[in-house]
């Protein structure tokens, strides 16, 4: 983990969402939830909906029970739109029904209510694109 990860070239404008959602804290539950993301068991048709609604990269990070989702996506991408979008494609609301075993929401909690929108309070480049 110190050698760090290798972040994807769009040759586009992106931008980037962070959120955090924690897991039930509970060592069996935290392992399904693993082997559900593992390249394995992953759903195709939730990649391939993913993919559909103009999300370029997803990644999900894990410490102890706590969750942080990194997203980049292009500049013009449009957050609640994509995400109503998402929400009606094939086996998507299976997925997030099965998910939800491991994740410490209520079950009928939509992705919405389970991910949390992390604000950015820092960051030490320059950026000159306006803030929003």
């Known amino acids: 983990m110190t050698n760090g990860y290798i972040s994807k070239q769009y040759g586009q404008p992106t931008k980037r969402y962070v959120q955090t ?12 939830y693993r082997e559900a993301h593992d390249k394995k068991h992953f759903w ?12 370029l990269e997803m990644e999900i990070y894990i410490l102890k029970n706590r969750l942080v ?14 995400m109503a ?3 009606t494609l094939p086996r998507q609301a299976e997925w997030e029904s099965h998910v939800a075993q491991f994740q410490n929401c209520t079950a009928d909690a939509t992705s919405d209510e389970k ?5 950015r309070m820092f960051y030490l480049y320059e950026n000159d694109e306006e803030e929003k």
């Open 21 to 32: 959602m924690d897991l039930k804290d509970d060592s069996l539950l935290i392992q399904k």
């Open 44 to 55: 195709d048709e939730i990649k391939e909906g993913i993919q559909a609604v103009g999300i």
């Open 69 to 82: 989702m990194i997203v980049d996506a292009p500049v013009d991408f449009r957050w609640d739109e994509a």
């Open 85 to 87: 979008r998402l929400a």
């Open 115 to 119: 991910w949390q929108m992390m604000e």
